[in-house]
């Protein structure tokens, strides 16, 4: 894809995955023994997948370095049962995280073992925490929130409480002048851009970045999912309590580890998937169509259609930027917008999944 030529993947971008594998996974209703294509990304989703007893989950990123994180991800959920691994990668506290990878890492290809040696204090602050955007949020959460609200404002916000009492206090106590005036700074596309993603993938946004992320941010920080979605816990606080990703709770995490063997890695695109494995069953996209051109989107689309069996579907997210396959595919499609009022990733303008009709 042309457009990437020029973004830098030398460092880790996205440490996790910030889309709702719980909303990916209902979109999808996958199959015992479906073949899934799935954007790497953090790895987070991929290993998700794996709680459906797929043939196989390929996890595809262009970026090689995202890829040595999900294999040294792969490795720790290998050697460690739940309660470590969480240690390990940052969600909980308590563990000797370089003694762990001096023991897992000679499973590691050279390639990553060599990147993860050079980059020990990473592993050592948790790999959670590593991203450039996990970076970008941290500083929010510990730089700029405490400048508008106390420890004692963000617990309320996150406490359980009902529909109209979390309304009244988001209104009364949290949605101040100076709240909007510093989002709108951090979260204003210049900003965003530099700190968090990469200025080439807004590229494609004609709208005001901070104004539309303020309206998603108001209506979910007004209903009660805010009060139980990690994702806000670990912006607004940089910790978790109960709640953590998917593929990290203890039933899941068994299922992943059950069938960690069945996730496979690439560098490439989907159209080295399809030559290397085949037909897939299944698309997690995550929001890889946030940066394409109309040209470049059209491109991909016929590339994942090719790649795809008759019965396939194809889930993904639209941040800023309006991507529906249906519209440029060769062939006829369905399109089901999958409601996201449930959505943890409470930023993004809607979920898409589509099928051949």
Not at 135 to 145: P, R
Not at 240 to 266: G, M
Not at 303 to 312: D, I
Not at 328 to 335: C, E, G, I, L, Q
Request: net charge neutral.
């Amino acid at each position: 894809m042309g457009q990437l030529k020029d973004v830098s993947f030398e460092k880790i971008r996205y440490a996790n995955c910030w889309e709702d594998a719980d909303l990916l996974l209902e979109g999808l209703d996958l199959k015992n023994g479906n073949k899934i294509l799935s954007i790497a990304s953090g790895g987070d989703n991929s290993f998700s997948l794996l709680t459906t007893s797929p043939e196989i989950v390929v996890a595809i990123d262009v970026s090689q370095v995202q890829l040595y994180l999900v294999e040294l991800k792969k490795e720790a959920i290998i050697a460690l049962d739940q309660k470590s691994y969480l240690q390990f990668i940052g969600i909980r506290e308590g563990s000797d995280r370089l003694n762990i990878y001096d023991n897992i890492k000679g499973k590691l290809s050279d390639e990553a073992r060599q990147y993860w040696d050079e980059n020990k204090n990473e592993i050592e602050i948790g790999l959670f925490h590593i991203g450039k955007f996990e970076k970008y949020l941290k500083a929010f959460g510990e730089k700029v929130l405490p400048l508008v609200h106390s420890k004692g404002d963000v617990k309320k916000l996150l406490s359980e409480k009902s529909e109209s009492e979390q309304i009244e206090f988001f209104k009364k106590n949290w949605n101040n002048f100076r709240w909007r005036m510093l989002f709108k700074v951090f979260f204003s596309k210049f900003v965003l851009g530099t700190f968090g993603r990469d200025p080439k993938f807004l590229k494609e946004v004609d709208l005001t970045v901070s104004d539309y992320l303020l309206e998603k941010t108001e209506a979910h920080f007004s209903s009660t999912l805010a009060q139980r979605n990690w994702m806000l816990n670990y912006i607004l606080q940089g910790k978790f309590k109960e709640h953590i990703p998917h593929y990290c709770r203890e039933d899941n995490y068994s299922k992943v580890k059950a069938n960690i063997d069945k996730l496979q890695l690439l560098n490439g695109y989907a159209e080295d998937a399809y030559n290397k494995y085949g037909s897939f069953d299944a698309f997690n996209l995550s929001n890889i169509f946030e940066y394409m051109d109309l040209d470049t989107f059209t491109s991909v689309t016929e590339q994942l259609t090719q790649a795809a069996t008759e019965n396939a579907k194809f889930a993904y997210w639209n941040l800023m930027v309006k991507r529906d396959l249906s519209t440029v595919a060769s062939k006829d499609m369905t399109t089901s917008n999958i409601s996201r009022s449930k959505d943890r990733g409470f930023f993004y303008r809607n979920f898409i999944v589509n099928q051949f009709k």
